[in-house]
C-alpha cells in the first residue's frame, strides 16, 4: 500500500474557508492537543487571513497564536502557514525589507514551512520572498495557483500547458524549493485537468533532478469534486494532499479526513491512520466549535462556483459580511457578476488577494451600475500593478482603471515599485511607531507593515490597546448573569464598537474603564437603554447617500463647513473595501446623520448639503 501524507488545514484554511478566519485560540486548543496525541504530523497553523483575523476580530496576537502553537504541539510537528508571494500576508504588496522581515519572523515563532504563492502566477512575485523563506531556514513550498474556467471564455491560461510553464518558468529562474503545490482555491479545476498537470511536473522535476521533490495538491469542495481531484493528483504522481476535520471540512472548505480515508478503501493507497483515532478527535473539535455561528453555505456544495469561480476562503468571508450588512439577498447576483469580471480582469486565478478584487467589483458592479465604479484592488491589478495577469486585460476596463484611479498602466516589477514608496517599508512602520509612543520591535514593525493597508489602521489600533471583537458565536444574545463585582477583563461597548478592557475597583454594578485614554462609567447587570433614533435633520438641504451598505470609517467634514461637489464627505467600509462618499453639489454641510462605525444601508442619508 502506498502511503499518501495529508496536511491538516482545519486549523488555518479550515477556519477561514468556514468562518471567515475568526476564532479564538483558546477555543480550539483541546482539538488540537488530540490531533498531536492521535498522531497528526503535518498541520497548517496561520498566514493567510488566520494572520490578520487574531489583531483584528479576535483580540489577540497573530505571534503569540503561533508561539502557542509550537508550545502545544512539541518539537515534532510540522507547522506550516501560507503566504501570498510578495503579499506575504495582506491584501497588498510589500517591500523587499518587510518581505524579507515576514521569513524571519515566521521561523522566530516556530513555523518549520511556508506555502508561497502568487495569484497571477507571476513569477517575479514568488521569486524573492521564496529566496527569503529559504535563506531564513524555512521549507518552501513555491506553488502554483489553478482554477476551472467558465465555458466560453476562450483563453491560453489554466490548462495543462499553462500550468506546466510556470513550473518551468520557477526552475529556470534558479528559485529553491523543497516541495511544489498545485493550489486550487475555488475547487473548480477539474480532475483530467489536475491528473495531466500533476503528470507533466512529476515528469519535468524528475527530468530536472528533483525526484526526491514531494508534489502535494490543495483543493475545497465547493463544487463537489474534491475527492475525485485528489484521486486523479495521486494517480498523476501528488504524494501529499490537504484534508481537514469536521465541523471545518467539506463545503467550502477541504474534504474531510475520514471521507478521503474510505475513498481509498479497495485501492492501492492510504492515509495510514487508524479511523477510529480520526473519528475522537473529530468529536473533540466539534465540541471545541459548537460555541460558534456556521453559516449555513458554507457546509454545503455549489455548481454554480465551476461557472463563477469564487474559492471558498473567500466565499464564506464575503456572505458573512453582507449578512452584517443586511445585502446577502444580492449574493446570487454578485456571484453571477463574477463571471464577466474574471475574463475582463485577465484571468488570474480566484484566490486571495486576486478572489477578493473580483468579488469587490462585482460587488460594485450589482449595487453601483456595472462598471461605473472600479474598485481599487481590482483597478491596480488590470494596471498592473500586482504583476503580469494571465491574459490581457480587457482594454476598455484598463482605460476606465485609469481614469478613475488616475494611474497609469505599469510593466515594472511590483517589489520594485514598493521598495520606492515611502509609505511602504521598515523605516516607515518604525516611524509610526515613534510617532505613537509604541516599542519598536520587528514584530510590531511586520504588524503595522500588513495590517495598516487602508486609512483604518486596523494594526496601529491593535498595538494602542483597540481590540473590538468580531467573532461570531452560535448564541449571539448571551444568557443573563448575576451582577458581579466589576474588575479584571471585561467587554464594554463604546460608540458601537466591543472593546477588551480591565474594569477598575468599582461598586458591585458600576465601573471605570479606560479606552483610548478616555475614562467611561459601564453599567453592569442592567439592560443597556435603547438607542434613540437619529434626529432628523431641520430644514431643506440636498440629501448625501450611500450606494451600497457598509460602515461608516470616519467623517471628513463639519457642520458648517463649505464644500465642493465632489469633495469626500465620509468615508465607508464595504467588503473590506473603502469606498469616499462626496458631496453631490457645492454648498455648506448642514448636518451629518451618522458616527463613526455606524452600519449603514444602501440610499441612506448620511448628511445634507
Known amino acids: 500500500m502506498k502511503k499518501i501524507r495529508f496536511l491538516d488545514t482545519s486549523f488555518r484554511d479550515g477556519f477561514q474557508s468556514v468562518i471567515g478566519a475568526r476564532v479564538v485560540s483558546q477555543d480550539f486548543l483541546p482539538a488540537l492537543e488530540a490531533a498531536v496525541e492521535a498522531g497528526w504530523k503535518h ?131 534558479g528559485m529553491h524549493f523543497d516541495s511544489l503545490c498545485f493550489k486550487d482555491a475555488s475547487g473548480t479545476c477539474p480532475p483530467a485537468v489536475i491528473k495531466e498537470t500533476v503528470r507533466r511536473a512529476r515528469e519535468i522535476l524528475d527530468a530536472a533532478g528533483k525526484k526526491d521533490c514531494p508534489i502535494e495538491m490543495h483543493t475545497h469542495d465547493t463544487a463537489d469534486m474534491s475527492v475525485q481531484c485528489y484521486m486523479a493528483a495521486i494517480e498523476g504522481g501528488a504524494e501529499i494532499i490537504d484534508l481537514a476535520m469536521r465541523p471545518m471540512s467539506g463545503g467550502t472548505a477541504q474534504p474531510d479526513i475520514l471521507t478521503m480515508w474510505h475513498a481509498f478503501k479497495g485501492t492501492e493507497y492510504t492515509l495510514d491512520l487508524d479511523p477510529e483515532k480520526i473519528m475522537k478527535v473529530e468529536d473533540v473539535f466539534i465540541q471545541c466549535m459548537s460555541k460558534y455561528m456556521i453559516p449555513p453555505e458554507a457546509q454545503t456544495t455549489n455548481p ?54 473580483y468579488f469587490q467589483q462585482a460587488f460594485a458592479n450589482v449595487m453601483q451600475g456595472k462598471w461605473k465604479k472600479i474598485t481599487p484592488g481590482y483597478g491596480k491589478m488590470v494596471l498592473g500593478y500586482f504583476g503580469k495577469t494571465p491574459a490581457a486585460p480587457d482594454p476598455e476596463i484598463v482605460k476606465l482603471a485609469a481614469e478613475q484611479l488616475k494611474l497609469e498602466p505599469t510593466t515594472e516589477d511590483p517589489r520594485a515599485l514598493n521598495d520606492k514608496d515611502p509609505n511602504k517599508g521598515i523605516a516607515h512602520a518604525k516611524k509610526v511607531l515613534e510617532e505613537n509612543g509604541l516599542p519598536v520591535t520587528d514584530e510590531n514593525i511586520f504588524i503595522i507593515s500588513t495590517c495598516d493597508e487602508t486609512s483604518n489602521p486596523k494594526g496601529l489600533k491593535f498595538l494602542k490597546g ?88 470616519r467623517i471628513s467634514v463639519s457642520v458648517g463647513q463649505a464644500v465642493k461637489a465632489g469633495d469626500e464627505i465620509l468615508v465607508i467600509e464595504a467588503m473590506k473595501m473603502e469606498q469616499p462618499i462626496t458631496a453631490p453639489a457645492d454648498g455648506t454641510v448642514k448636518s451629518i446623520e451618522v458616527s463613526a462605525g455606524d452600519s449603514l444601508q444602501p440610499g441612506q442619508t448620511v448628511a445634507k448639503i
Open 466 to 553: 483597540e481590540r473590538p471583537m468580531g467573532v461570531r458565536y452560535a448564541d449571539a444574545a448571551p444568557a443573563k448573569k448575576e451582577a458581579a463585582p466589576a474588575s479584571g477583563p471585561v467587554t464594554v461597548n463604546v460608540n458601537g464598537t466591543a472593546y477588551q478592557v480591565n474594569a477598575t475597583a468599582g461598586a458591585k454594578d458600576t465601573a471605570t474603564v479606560t479606552v483610548n485614554g478616555k475614562s467611561y462609567n459601564v453599567t453592569f447587570g442592567a439592560a443597556a437603554p435603547a438607542a434613540a433614533a437619529p434626529a432628523a435633520a431641520s430644514g431643506e438641504g440636498t440629501p448625501v447617500t450611500v450606494p451600497l451598505p457598509g460602515t461608516v470609517v
Open 43 to 173: 498541520l497548517e497553523v496561520g498566514g493567510g487571513a488566520r494572520f490578520q483575523s487574531p489583531f483584528f476580530y479576535c483580540g489577540e496576537n497573530a505571534f503569540e497564536m503561533m508561539d502557542t502553537f509550537r508550545k502545544t504541539v512539541g518539537d515534532e510537528v510540522e507547522l506550516q502557514t501560507l503566504a501570498r508571494g510578495v503579499n506575504v500576508v495582506g491584501l497588498s504588496s510589500q517591500s523587499s525589507d518587510i518581505i524579507d522581515l515576514h521569513a524571519k519572523m515566521f521561523k522566530k515563532h516556530g513555523m518549520t514551512t511556508i506555502r508561497n504563492f502568487d495569484a497571477l502566477n507571476d513569477i517575479r512575485n514568488i521569486s524573492f520572498s521564496g529566496e527569503c523563506i529559504h535563506k531564513a531556514g524555512l521549507q518552501h513550498q513555491t506553488t502554483i495557483t489553478m482554477m476551472g474556467l467558465p465555458p466560453n471564455m476562450e483563453t491560453e491560461a489554466h490548462s495543462p500547458k499553462f500550468y506546466t510553464g510556470i513550473l518551468e518558468k520557477i526552475l529556470e529562474s
Open 304 to 357: 454554480l462556483i465551476t461557472l463563477c469561480p469564487l474559492p471558498g476562503g473567500a466565499l464564506t468571508a464575503n456572505t458573512q459580511m453582507m449578512r452584517d450588512n443586511n445585502c446577502l439577498d444580492k449574493f446570487p447576483e454578485v456571484v453571477a457578476a463574477m463571471r464577466e469580471v474574471v475574463e475582463k480582469g485577465g484571468f488570474g486565478t480566484s484566490v486571495t488577494p486576486v478572489s477578493q478584487f
